[in-house]
DNA sequence: AGTGAAACAGGCGATCG
DNA sequence: CGATCGCCTGTTTCACT
């Protein structure tokens, strides 16, 4: 979708430290790399600009707020068309925290968290069942996640 | 997995400030939840001594780092024990960006990103398929990712 | 656990090559 | 673009509670 012309590889220095830890002080970022802090803060200033960064967050473990059950779930529509209204009511769920429009065996493809297994069978009873457009789900429940990571820098 | 009867609300107003934004200064979360900024740099330790906050990280758009496939992969295994070395195996692919052991139509689950389809096409053939144990694989293409979030806290 | 002060370090804008 | 400078703000520790 996008070109990535204008990332040097300074920018992926910066980008591959910046990726691990949020927190890490710009100013260490500046020594490894061999340039001033203000350098290290206009460059990712830009590449917050470009859309390169999306923003920064800390990463919880689900487990750990009380959330044991995580799956994924295959979608199928009634009609294509459906698409964003269901996209809609999918964002009201706020244990649906990936949302995907796909082609293979589904329409639509969530990755989705809750506190039990039987909340989860409630959330897809009561909640993603009731949407219209929606015609059947299948799902995968997720007994362990072996890992999760960033895409590496280059 | 854990219980959750430490957090009190002043973590769960904590957690829910600095999972949105990983660089927001302590100071600001103090101001917001009325207590000093020491309080909440002692906050912040213990869950993550407690394994809550698991680390930080600055989210790239991977379409602008030349990533412009993104992937779904159910995997069916030879041997239901042969999950750990393939794990191993799948680890070394950097573009494997989350592995799980589930139930249900597949015994693992994994999300890929490439740079094209090409690109997916070949560590699909080349690696993927090369992993002793694995016995074959379903790919669901990701045309479009319309949300991703984190869990809500509380 | 939380506070406030103090010492230290980093963020970030202005200005100059 | 990057460097230097400088002020302001945030981080971290510590003695006290």
Redesign the pocket.
């Known amino acids: 979708m996008e070109s990535n012309l204008q990332i040097d590889s ?1 920018d992926k220095k910066i980008l591959s430290m910046i990726t691990h830890n949020a927190r890490i ?4 970022v500046a020594r490894e790399c061999k ?5 290290i ?3 990712i200033q830009r590449l917050m600009n470009m859309g390169v960064i999306k923003g920064s967050e800390f990463i919880i473990n689900p487990s750990k707020i009380g959330y044991h059950t995580c799956a994924f779930m295959g979608i199928f529509l009634k009609k294509a068309s459906l698409f964003d209204k269901v996209v809609k009511m999918l964002e009201e769920i706020p244990e649906v925290v990936e949302c995907h429009y796909t082609t293979g065996e589904y329409a639509m493809f969530i990755k989705i968290f809750a506190k039990s297994n039987e909340h989860l069978k409630r959330i897809l009873h009561d909640k993603l069942q009731n949407i219209p457009g929606i015609s059947s789900t299948e799902t995968i429940i997720s007994l362990d996640e072996s890992f999760k990571r960033q895409l590496p820098i280059e």
Chains 1, 2 share one sequence.
């Open positions: 300074l002080p710009f100013l260490e340039v001033s802090g203000a350098a803060h206009q460059r």
